[in-house]
């Protein structure tokens, strides 16, 4: 790890930023952002408009028009109008769960 990376896995890093969205977890705010790039573990984005007096302790980052592909994230780090989000891990238990409640409706 070179300068100040901390990634321990090997990031992607696009040729022209993906459009996406942040979207708060109760969906009362939403943001676009563009990604620069990701990895296993978070991705680094620059957001269109301001974050300031937003709660980003835990997000999606919804990568689909649906809203059907998304991640849940933390935010790692901010610099100017940049932000590293760290993606956060389902446990199996919580995964199936989803599945199992997806089934009952």
């Known amino acids: 790890m070179s300068g100040g990376e901390?990634?321990?896995t090997k990031r992607v890093s696009f040729e022209r930023p993906v459009t996406a969205q942040l979207m708060a977890i109760d969906g009362t705010w939403r943001r676009e952002c563009s990604i620069y790039d990701v990895s296993d573990?978070?991705?680094k984005l620059a957001?269109?408009?301001?974050?300031e007096g937003l709660v980003l302790t835990e997000f999606f980052l919804v990568l689909s028009c649906t809203g059907l592909a998304y991640r849940h994230c933390k935010l790692a780090?901010?610099?100017?109008d940049q932000i590293g989000v760290t993606f956060l891990k389902r446990s199996r238990a919580a995964a199936r769960r989803v599945s199992r409640d997806r089934l009952v409706r």
């Open 6 to 8: 901390r990634r321990l």
């Open 41 to 43: 573990d978070g991705a």
């Open 47 to 51: 957001v269109g408009s301001s974050i």
């Open 77 to 80: 780090w901010v610099n100017g």
